[in-house]
T-cell receptor
Framework: AQSVTQLGSHVSVSEGALVLLRCNYS??????LFWYVQYPNQGLQLLLK??????LVKGINGFEAEFKKSETSFHLTKPSAHMSDAAEYFC??????????FGTGTRLQVFP | EPEVTQTPSHQVTQMGQEVILRCVPI?????FYWYRQILGQKVEFLVS????????KSEIFDDQFSVERPDGSNFTLKIRSTKLEDSAMYFC????????????FGPGTRLLVL
């Protein structure tokens, strides 16, 4: 069975600081992994996805994530936070069917 | 850029009433999904739909729920007799292909059952 764990329900950073949002997965098959972002009162927008090609995946808005099989991790990073990055971020794993299994989400706050 | 749309954005209903949530997936997509997010909780899969039939459903998706693609553009979720615990944000998603393709989400319908 597949599952996702996001460590830290809330992360606060200063504008310009590094953003690190953690995601660990469990999967009985080679995983496809996704990061989605949800801005207030909006739907889920895909940031990036890992599909077994390159282990370092670049997404929109300067975000990237690295797939580390040995650590079963897919952490999301951005070198320099911007105020507009404040949102909820969800890590998800695709099962061996087509449903997405989401983590509990991490709310990112960015302070000036 | 094409996007998934959902109506209504908000719905308030009385317990026991039927509700229909509507979605218009991206036009050339073939796979359709419903997810829900109870306030403060994770996004949960409800059902997937392909070729006019359910391909997978979760344990949440009991006999009170049904899905339909009544025409070439709409995809609906019906809850026959709403319960208080059905209060949630309901997201529709669509994808162009099969397993592990990117799913594109709509903005959601916030359902409140009183």
């Amino acid at each position: 069975a597949q599952s996702v764990t996001q460590l830290g329900s809330h992360v606060s950073v200063s504008e310009g600081a590094l953003v690190l949002l953690r995601c660990n997965y469990s999967s009985s098959v080679p995983p496809y992994l996704f990061w989605y972002v949800q801005y207030p009162n909006q739907g889920l927008q895909l940031l990036l996805k890992y599909t077994s090609a390159a282990t370092l995946v670049k997404g929109i808005n300067g975000f990237e994530a690295e797939f580390k099989k040995s650590e079963t991790s897919f952490h999301l990073t951005k070198p320099s936070a911007h105020m507009s990055d404040a949102a909820e971020y969800f890590c998800a794993v695709s099962s061996n069917t087509d449903k997405l299994i989401f983590g509990t989400g991490t709310r990112l706050q960015v302070f000036p | 850029e094409p996007e998934v749309t959902q109506t209504p954005s908000h719905q308030v209903t009385q317990m026991g009433q039927e509700v229909i949530l509507r979605c218009v997936p991206i036009s050339n997509h073939l796979y359709f999904y419903w997810y829900r997010q109870i306030l403060g909780q994770k996004v949960e899969f409800l059902v997937s739909f392909y070729n006019n039939e359910i391909s997978e459903k979760s344990e949440i998706f009991d006999d009170q729920f049904s899905v339909e693609r009544p025409d070439g553009s709409n995809f609906t979720l019906k809850i026959r007799s709403t319960k208080l615990e059905d209060s949630a944000m309901y997201f529709c998603a669509s994808s162009p292909g099969t397993v592990r393709e990117t799913q594109y989400f709509g903005p959601g319908t916030r359902l409140l059952v009183l």
